[in-house]
């Protein structure tokens, strides 16, 4: 029997945004990509190709959030 993942409880209830959580929310897209590709629904060339889009706007998040906050030090 293949292993689910389920919600147990939610702790800490609040909003979750791009900004504060950047990493949190790339994960998930991540593991919603996996899932399609293991459903079937992705090929191998569509998964590393979404996967790698994920990770270039990841970082590009990253990087604007960066150059802000080293704008407002510099103000």
Not at 9 to 38: C, G, M, N, P, V
Request: no cysteine; aromatic share 6%.
């Amino acid at each position: 029997m293949e292993e689910q993942a389920r919600l147990v409880r939610i702790e800490h209830d609040r909003k979750i945004t791009k900004e504060a959580d950047s990493q949190f929310l790339f994960e998930y897209q991540r593991a919603i990509l996996l899932t399609l590709k293991a459903d079937g629904l992705l090929d191998e060339t569509q998964y590393h190709y979404a996967e790698e889009r994920l990770r270039r706007q990841m970082r590009n998040h990253i990087i604007n959030q960066n150059n802000t906050q080293k704008r407002g030090e510099a103000l």
